[in-house]
């Protein structure tokens, strides 16, 4: 901050420059990272597309004039594709996960974050501790229990399902929202006479929304994302993009229109929330939920 | 407290004693919700698990709790020793070289550059994105009739697709690595990224003043001080590549492949009693990331404490 205008000067000129190693390597990471998905988005606007040809053979808006059914594009939005439903689906469960992983990850967040209490480490270790259990050995054990409680094929399960993943998340990201602000504000607004609940409505809530906010787009994101579990507690019954997407790409040796056209869909909610977040929220609350 | 409560009114009294009670709760009751997730579902899913591991299976009609049968019968299995060895490769490797990658990343994003603005968006990119599109978008660019392959033919190297070397669905990984990377490194740099930003520079100018090169500042000062924002990428990067499903599904070999993908394999069975050796699977596969997780964790304790931190 006392950084005279001579010595900022000097810092721009030598250490503050890229080296061009440095170059190289970021416009290289900057291709690695767009430049993939290109064929994936050519592959969802192809007819056809043989070998060895760099461009489709047919275009799906050539092929989709004299076509006898729909294609592409036209057959995601019929009915018989099940992509709607699968969108559909898929944002449902977000919703409700979202509402209710942010409702009991408040009240926990703001303990361990303005509260002393004995065993509190502990507590917060094995709150992330789901973070780094295997999927699959979360998805086989819940599964024997759901089965007998009937709670397997339906939205229940899956919903209930989803809060392991990202319960620790949203507590973690909570957490140091609240560690984040004083305290003081409720204290004088209680001292003020306001009742707990018009000092939690009024007082608190306005400044932990942006973490909320935060919080909620990525939980909602991390939902939108899960295949595992959806595909275990789901049994086939109930489909979403990421269930659509895997059974699309299962063979592992090609991808075909549809295919394509879903990983894009799919795409979506992460892509509008890099825009969304980019914008209007801090980084470093994502960062900061992992100790950054 | 005694004394001045004979003086209180009885009323009083008994508001005071809710409110000690009230005040008492109000830490687990807080707490509460979001335990049940961590108590019931969490801890629930992996106790039936391991109960399962050790015979309780009334469900599939089985039942001779307690044994060790099925943690036996998975490693007298010459496939397990194979699997576990892939698991730990393909999980270490993208961790220990995307790390690099990472801290590098993460050091020239912090210089001044043009473009640096829309850099700091689209680097992101990969982290906002489902496994299963990283692995839709490799299988277009790396199967032997994929887009690289063409670009091969284009240039003359190669003339059908099967001239291309085979890349995904092999035991050396090629694809479930580079998914796994390619997801990851963004991932490590915005930790190891906004813990620089949160740094300043100070340190690293004062070392560069007393006439510490480069490479000394970097491995003296710079990276004592990311360590804390590398052990906590690392503690989530690599757990999860040891338990990743899907992407070694699609992108390994039929045979081997890792744990996660042999225990579906083995639950997947048509007869309902091999699911306790699917257990036995996933439990050993919890079980070994979290001793590891232990030992890393006591081992950056160590580090610190050696550098004089708490």
Redesign the interface.
Known sequence: MTITKNQRKKQASSGNRLSPYQRYYLIFIGIAVVVPFVPVIIRAFSFSWFWPSILPTKWWWEARENAWQPLGWDYIFSGPSHVGEAIINTVFIAIVVTIVCTAISLPAARVIAWEKFRGKSAVEFFLLTPLIVADIAIGLGILITFLQLGLTGGYVGIILAHLIPTTPYMVRVLTSVFQGLSRDYEEQARLLGATPLKTLWFITMPMILPGIMAGGLFAFLISTNIFLLTFFVGQGNIVTLPTMLFAKVIGGSSLDTIGAEVALILSLPGLILLIITERFLKEEIFAKGFGG | MTSTTDTLGLTQKRKLRQRSILKRL??P???L??????LV??M???????L?SLGY?P?YGVNDFPTFRYYREMLEDPAFRVSIGLTFYYALVPTILGTILSI??A???R???RGRTL???????????????G???????F?Q???IA??F??AGFIE??QDFPRL??TEAGW?IMTVYL?KQ??FTT??????L??LG?EY??AA?TLGANKRQTFIHVTLPQIM??IV??T??VF??N?????VP???GADFPNTL?VQ??RV?DDADYTRRLG??AI??T??FI??VL?LIYLMLYRRYERIRGRQ
Do not use: C, D
């Not at chain 2, 629930?44 to 391991?50: D, K, N, S, T």
């Not at chain 2, 850099?119 to 599109?133: N, S, T």
């Not at chain 2, 692995?135 to 660019?141: F, M, S, T, W, Y």
């Not at chain 2, 915005?190 to 813990?195: F, K, N, P």
């Open positions: 109000y830490v009751m807080m707490l919700p979001a335990s049940l997730v961590f579902l969490f629930g899913a992996l106790i039936m698990a391991f399962q299976a469900i590098y990343l050091l020239s994003m210089k001044r550059f850099f700091q968006y689209i680097y992101k990119l990969p982290l906002m994105i489902p496994y299963l599109v692995v839709a978008v490799v299988i277009e660019l199967t009739g994929g887009i063409r670009l033919h284009a059908v697709p995904l669905k694809g390619w490194i963004p915005l930790i190891v990224y906004s813990v930003m949160g520079k690293e100018e560069g804390p924002g906590a990428a503690l989530i757990p999860f040891f338990g990743s499903f899907e599904y699609i992108l996660p225990a579906w639950f699917a257990m996933v439990m596969i919890s990331s979290g997780l």
